[in-house]
């Protein structure tokens, strides 16, 4: 049951890469009425063959990384290198919840009277809306955990690239999971994912993109006393201090701000940098930024491909209106594709819009601060509270300062933000709960107590 089509077009080529149908309401219900029928037998597969379907899945896709990665070029416009890691992260978080079922431990809690157990149950059905920016591993870790603790899984890839999604949903069949319990419904927000937030039967929505269409789905979330996991949006600031490397913290920066054309909930778009080594610093900075490769994304020394949009170019553009403070830029190739060069401006006010707004492009901002009560005071000045960056020698420094910024994921003297190992997610209005590392099964599972008279 599809209502429309969507002409997906390749970022870099302008050619037509494919047509994919879109999902109706009523097509979104019934696919709900089948995850629905599915879940019990799901949820009573014994959890070492629930496992092995999972490593299953983590083998084919492993098998199929290339592929994976090759379509997500086409669709996404995202460098080749990155494709494959966006595939092998896939693999890797399918691998690490696999282990997941044999181990949903509950708790035998000392009570009077008799015996005290807890389980931990699976919810039901569980919807997850996937943006276009990291099509697959966002998917991905809404999935492995939700399919490991025995939920059956709707996934609405986002509108503009659901095509690894598609695939994915393939291999997961050719695995052996239940055609039910995990299905891809590409269609748009406003219909399918709104039907996730809207339906009974649905008992958890798993949301990431902005923070403005989040907080419509929290809302409607309400309504039904249905959680929700949101990762929205950041705007993270990468602290350099005048002790640090500041010859490897520079080099870095483009790095930190530029991957996936900034397209990245993570990215550090906002380099502050202690005014004793402020100029120093925008000499070391400059020569990484026109230096970092912009190329056809195909190529395996492309650093960056281009935007996902015409329309997304046009609002990027925006920021850089007549007159606009920039410092320095790269350079992107001619011709076809919404190309954006990496740029760095020098805004005269923290209250420009450069610096508050998330950009969502390769743009940075670079402000100067005086010491660490200002430097942490800078980086709290935001709504958003996803990462962010410090670069000190000072161990005791790295700390306080880690400590002291209002962000769910921070790296010391690196860039590192999404390790599967580990929670991700944001304070403030960059999110709600975590996603990633050993608890992320608490957020698809209800516990339940239950005692047992002598
Ligand atoms: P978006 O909010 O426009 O769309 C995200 C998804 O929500 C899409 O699948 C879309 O179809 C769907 N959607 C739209 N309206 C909906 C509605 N009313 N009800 C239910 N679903 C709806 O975001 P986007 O432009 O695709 O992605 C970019 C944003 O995502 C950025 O703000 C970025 O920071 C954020 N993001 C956050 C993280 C994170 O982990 N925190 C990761 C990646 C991206």
């Known amino acids: 049951m599809t209502t429309a089509t969507v002409d997906l077009i390749n970022p870099a080529t302008e050619e037509?890469?494919?047509?994919?149908?879109?999902?109706?309401?009523?097509?979104?219900?019934?696919?709900?009425?089948?995850?629905?029928?599915?879940f019990p037998s799901w949820r009573d597969v014994a959890p070492g063959d629930r496992a092995r379907l999972l490593r299953r899945f983590a083998d084919l896709v492993d098998r199929d990384i290339e592929p994976l990665a090759e379509?997500?070029?086409?669709?996404?416009?995202?460098?080749?290198?990155?494709?494959?890691?966006?595939?092998?992260?896939?693999?890797?978080?399918?691998?690490?919840?696999?282990?997941?079922?044999?181990?949903?431990?509950g708790r035998q809690i000392p009570v009077p009277g008799g015996v005290n157990l807890t389980f931990k149950e699976p919810l039901g059905v569980v919807g997850v809306i996937a943006p276009w920016n990291f099509p697959m591993p966002i998917a991905g870790w809404?999935?492995?955990?939700?399919?490991?603790?025995?939920?059956t899984v709707l996934l609405k890839?986002?509108?503009?690239?659901?095509?690894?999604?598609?695939?994915?949903?393939?291999?997961?069949?050719?695995?052996?999971?239940?055609?039910?319990?995990?299905?891809?419904?590409p269609g748009k927000g406003t219909v399918v994912g709104q039907r996730f937030v809207e339906?009974?039967?649905?008992?958890k929505v798993v949301f990431t993109g902005s923070t403005e269409v989040g907080r419509t789905v929290l809302a409607g979330c309400a309504a039904q006393v249905k959680p929700a996991t949101l990762e929205l949006g950041g705007k993270s600031a990468n602290i350099v201090f005048a002790d640090a490397d500041l010859a490897t913290a520079a080099a870095t920066a483009p790095d930190g701000a530029f991957d996936n054309a900034g397209q990245d909930c993570c990215a550090r778009s906002r380099i502050l940098v202690q005014r004793t080594v402020f100029d120093r610093f925008l000499e070391?900075?400059?020569?990484?930024?026109?230096?970092?490769r912009v190329q056809d994304p195909t190529l395996s020394s492309a650093q960056m491909g281009p935007l996902i949009s015409a329309a997304h170019r046009e609002k990027v553009a925006s920021y850089l209106p007549e007159g606009a403070p920039v410092a320095f830029r790269g350079s992107t190739?001619?011709?076809?594709?919404?190309?954006?060069?990496p740029t760095v401006l020098l805004p005269s006010s923290p209250t420009d819009r450069a610096v508050v707004e998330e950009i969502f492009g390769p743009v940075l901002v670079v402000l100067p601060f005086e010491d660490e009560a200002d430097a942490v005071r800078l980086a709290n000045d935001s709504d958003y509270g996803l990462s962010g960056s410090i670069w000190t020698?000072?161990?005791?420094?790295?700390?306080?300062?880690?400590?002291?910024?209002?962000?769910?994921?921070?790296?010391?003297?690196?860039?590192?933000?999404?390790?599967?190992?580990?929670p991700f997610g944001g304070y403030k209005q960059s999110g709600l709960g975590r996603e990633l590392g050993p608890d992320a099964l608490d957020a698809f599972t209800e516990v339940k107590n239950v005692f047992i008279a002598h």
């Open 333 to 341: 190739p001619e011709g076809a594709g919404w190309w954006f060069p």
């Open 142 to 151: 809404g999935f492995a955990p939700a399919l490991a603790a025995g939920n």
């Open 393 to 422: 020698q000072n161990l005791g420094r790295a700390l306080r300062v880690a400590r002291a910024v209002q962000s769910g994921n921070l790296s010391v003297n690196s860039h590192s933000s999404v390790r599967y190992w580990t």
């Open 157 to 185: 890839p986002a509108e503009l690239t659901p095509l690894t999604a598609l695939r994915l949903g393939e291999l997961a069949r050719e695995a052996g999971i239940p055609e039910d319990v995990f299905q891809v419904l």
């Open 71 to 105: 379509l997500e070029v086409r669709n996404s416009g995202h460098t080749v290198g990155n494709a494959r890691w966006e595939a092998g992260n896939v693999r890797d978080v399918l691998e690490y919840y696999a282990a997941a079922p044999e181990r949903l431990f």
């Open 16 to 38: 037509l890469v494919g047509t994919v149908q879109l999902t109706s309401a009523e097509g979104t219900d019934a696919a709900v009425a089948r995850a629905h029928a599915a």
């Open 199 to 203: 339906h009974p039967l649905v008992r």
């Open 284 to 292: 070391l900075l400059e020569p990484a930024v026109t230096g970092f």
